[in-house]
């Protein structure tokens, strides 16, 4: 069973990065990997994901990175708004080639962010 860790949330500035980690037991090699987020009262979103073959992908101020031989993924926010506020969870799941599958089967216990001025 893989099992997906989140680290790196806290309580941050607004204006400042923030880079969170996602550890995985085992390769994600041949996996898509996604960060998701949900703030209260508001539905669980999409901020980026990224198939297998490429390294990083950069979606406005968000940047989704692998460390293959760390077995693990990051995501680099850039510019902390206060709207970046929620509960950032990783997610995986077996790449179709040059494409990722339309849900993903493991999930992270989540990382808190909170945006503060």
């Known amino acids: 069973q893989m099992v997906l860790e989140e680290s790196g949330g806290g309580s941050v500035q607004a204006g400042e990065p923030l880079r969170l980690s996602c550890s995985a037991s085992t390769s994600l090699s041949t996996y898509c990997v996604g960060w998701f987020r949900q703030a209260p009262g508001r539905e669980r979103e999409e901020v980026v994901k990224i198939r297998t073959h490429s390294s990083y992908i950069l979606k406005d101020r968000f940047t989704l990175s692998r460390d293959i031989a760390e077995n693990g993924t990051y995501l680099q926010i850039s510019s902390l708004k206060l709207e970046d506020s929620a509960m950032y969870y990783c997610?995986?799941?077996?790449?179709?080639?040059?494409?990722?599958?339309?849900?993903?089967?493991?999930w992270g216990q989540g990382t808190q962010v909170t945006v503060f001025s």
């Open positions: 997610a995986a799941a077996p790449s179709l080639r040059n494409s990722c599958p339309a849900t993903f089967d493991v």
